[in-house]
């Protein structure tokens, strides 16, 4: 099996640096399309075989050095009891948003085998189909950005009511948080034990938060989740998007691995971070739409920076955008390895 990816986020030594791309199932992909043509994305998630499908289209595809588990952060507030829907154009809608206390005693945490076997059964058959290829990664969003859609119902610009009940409702903010950290503790021990072999935390807003207020009002609870699956031995990847501002704090989480954006010089945010943690990123999904000399010269000084770090992961900065040419997604993934190995 080609194991790059494990060994880069323990900082081992590897043969070339390895690739995968943050949303790398998807609607770039036209094979993507053609089996959400026939189903919802929300059944997409829930049927196994269909999951499993689609997760293994990229590996195939782009010849990525992982696997991420075709899911989605929300599914586990489903769980909680809170009613989520997709709608095309609009993205995700939790309808009666957590905004009181009794909303947030109203909520249940996950039980992983009753609540969401499909996820579990899912990563049993990535496992088995995956096993000469590549790593599976398991995920959960991080507790503040599962919160902002929680309180907010949805996606948001500028975090109205999720601010506001933790500036002004700190008690109540507090509570939500702790519910959602059982929950997610539960959830990634129960992918890690079913089989994923690294977990992702995507914390996608938490560039949103002033770092006195991320320092109270998300890590403690990202650092309590890790504490929680350390034992469990496996790889555990912190990704803060808009990291900024943040990166010191964010180290402080535990993880094995930081993902960063691409708004930070990733030779800056290495000597930040130290040699203690591996570092995954850091390309603009937007330089996929460059010619391809741009493109390189982009891909070599991230390499050229990265291999300064511990390990390094090489990845977009956040999500790749639907609009993309997966002949260049492929181009990508050709160039980190000539160019690494
Ligand atoms: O390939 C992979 O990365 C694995 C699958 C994956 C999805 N969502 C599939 C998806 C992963 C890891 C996610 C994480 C996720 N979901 C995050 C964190 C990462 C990030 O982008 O910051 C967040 C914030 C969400 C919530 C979410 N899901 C939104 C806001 C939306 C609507 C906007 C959009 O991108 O479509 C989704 C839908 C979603 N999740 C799709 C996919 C493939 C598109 C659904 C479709 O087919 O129509």
Redesign the pocket.
Known sequence: MNDTFLRACRGEDVEYTPIWI??????YLPD?QEV?RKVD?LT?CKTPELAAEV?IQ?VDILGVDAA???????IPLESMGMKLR?L?KK??VLSRPVRKMKDVEALRTIKPKKDVPFVLDTIKILRRKLRKKVPLIG?A?APF?LAT?MIEGG?SKNFLHTKTMMFSAPEVFHSLMERITETTMEYLSAQIRAGAQAV?I?D??AGALAPDDYREHSLPYVKKTIEALKPLGVPIIY?V?NCGGLLELARTAGADVIGIDWRVDIGKAITKLGKGVSVQGNLDPLALFADERVLESKVKEILKKGSRARGHIFNLG??II?QTSPDMAKKLVQMVHELSG
């Open positions: 943050m949303r790398q199932a998807g609607r993507y959400r994305f997409l997760t990229p991420i588990l075709f899911s989605d952060i929300l997709f095309e993205g995700p995920f969003g950005t859609y996606s992702q995507f996608s807003w990704f998007n956040h999500g639907p």
